[in-house]
């Protein structure tokens, strides 16, 4: 997707093991989201970010915490994943903090075993 | 992604036909409103949007409607075509920076 990078696309890693996601986006927008989406249940905010070293909880946020050091990039880390972690996730971006439509990343695909 | 593709309804139209998807809603304080098209294997994309002072808003081939007072939104897709084949959601943004809340979505299926 234009303006916004996750990495990896893949990745399968054993429980208990710590994981980064990485969300890069060259749009140079303030606002940051992390979601999961899983089958049955609608995209779950983990976390979300509105400028450098300014984050915050989302709905779902237990096991994952969140860096964002420089505008453009968002981390996620799984501290110690879980098989519950077994997840698709997506980072989003957007230009303003509410009713504006959200840029979202093709998403990375994590499986823990 | 795929797997979130399993499990959803699913609507076959075929090609040519005008598609409508619907979506329930929620929160009766949300003041804007978005439709999402996700295709196998990426990220959802914004399709249109709409704020709760309008009922009905077009695009480029799609129509959103508004029913405030049933909490029902509705996606319709004119012409439908194999590429429009996904699955699509709507979202909920609730006023006074409350979070955006996501459906869990509607598979289309465009029989060619």
């Known amino acids: 997707d234009a303006g916004i990078t996750q990495s990896p696309r893949h990745k399968v890693t054993e429980t208990g093991t710590p994981v980064t996601l990485r969300c890069h986006q060259t749009e140079n927008h303030r606002y940051m989201y992390w979601y999961r989406q899983d089958p049955g249940h609608g995209l779950r905010l983990i976390h979300y970010s509105y400028g450098v070293k300014d984050t915050d909880k989302g709905e779902v946020s237990d096991g994952y915490s969140v860096s964002r050091s420089k505008t453009e990039d968002f981390l996620l880390t799984l501290e110690s994943a879980t098989s519950s972690q077994t997840s698709v996730y997506f980072c989003?971006?957007?230009?303003?903090?509410?009713?504006?439509?959200?840029?979202f990343g093709s998403g990375t695909r994590l499986t823990v075993v | 992604g795929e797997s979130v593709g399993l499990h959803l309804p699913t609507l076959s139209v075929q090609e040519g036909d005008n598609s409508i998807i619907n979506c329930a809603y929620s929160n009766s304080a949300s003041d804007y409103f978005i439709w999402y098209k996700q295709e196998s294997g990426k990220g959802p994309q914004f399709i249109i949007d709409?704020?709760?002072?309008?009922d009905k808003r077009q695009g480029q081939r799609v129509t959103v409607l508004l029913n405030k007072t049933v909490k029902h939104l509705s996606l319709q897709i004119a012409a439908t075509q194999p590429g429009d084949s996904a699955v699509y959601f709507c979202?909920?943004?609730?006023?006074?920076?409350?979070?955006?809340?996501f459906g869990t979505g509607t598979k289309l299926q465009v029989i060619p």
């Open positions: 709409i704020r709760s002072n309008m």
């Open positions: 989003a971006i957007s230009e303003a903090r509410d009713r504006v439509g959200y840029t």
């Open positions: 979202a909920e943004n609730p006023p006074s920076y409350q979070k955006v809340t």
